[in-house]
C-alpha cells in the first residue's frame, strides 16, 4: 500500500501549499484584479511594464494574459534569456500567422508581445522594439522583468503603466493561507504573521509554511510552535 504524505494524512488531497502557478490558478499571490487590470489595458492598446522579484507571482500574471488574449492567436511569447543573439522580430512575427504566412513568410501584424526576462534585452532589442511598434506589427507591448533598465524610446511606450507584482501585507498572507488550508490548527494566524515576517517574497512565504507544517507533523505536534521558526528559519 502506498505510504500517505504528511498533507494526506491531514486530510488535503494535495499539498496546500504549492508553489506551483497552477496548483491554485490565480489565487497563488492573489493577483487576479491585476491580471484583469492588465487585460484592460491591452485590449486599450496599451503597454505595460511588470516588475517584481523572483517568485513574487509575475508567471501567474504572464498566464492570465495569455488565457485571455493567447487563444486568439494574438499573443507572441519570448523569453529574452534564451539566446545572446539580437531578437529576431521577424522570425516571431511569420512563427505566429497560419501555414500560408509562415510559407510565404508574412510578418502578422497588430500582435500583442510578451517579452519575459527583459533585464536581458539590450539597447538594440529595445530600439527595434520600438520601431516594430510604430509600424503596426506589435500594438502592445508587455515587458516583463525585475530591474528593467529601459531606453528612453521604450519608456515612452510604457509611459506611467508600471506595475510591480507581489506586494502583499501580512494581513493578505494571512488570508492566503487562511484560503488554502481552512482553520485547521496546525498552524495558527499568530505563527503565520511570524512567518511572514522572516520572508515577505510570496514564493518563499509558501514553502517556509509548508516546511514548518511538515516539520510538526513528522515530530507528532499538533501545531507549528515558535521554537520551529527560530530554528528552522533562523
Known sequence: MKRLTWYHELGFYSNPFSIKPAAFHNELMGQ??????????????????????YGTGKTTVMKGITSKFGGKREVIYYNCNQSDELIDYDKLLIGAGGFFRRLFRIRKKNMIILLDEAQEMNESDMDNLVKYKEQGFFRSVVVVGNDIEMTPELESFIGNN???VGEINEDEAVKIIRKRIGEIGIISDKMLAKVFSKDKNPRAFLKNCEDLC???????EEEVKEKYINEILA
Do not use: T
Not at 45 to 50: E, G, R
Not at 214 to 220: F, P, Q
Open 32 to 53: 487576479e484584479k491585476l491580471i484583469d487590470k492588465i487585460n484592460e489595458k491591452l485590449s486599450d492598446v496599451q503597454s505595460v511594464l511588470l516588475s517584481g522579484r
Open 162 to 164: 508600471k506595475i510591480k
Open 214 to 220: 511538515r516539520y510538526a507533523y513528522e515530530n507528532g
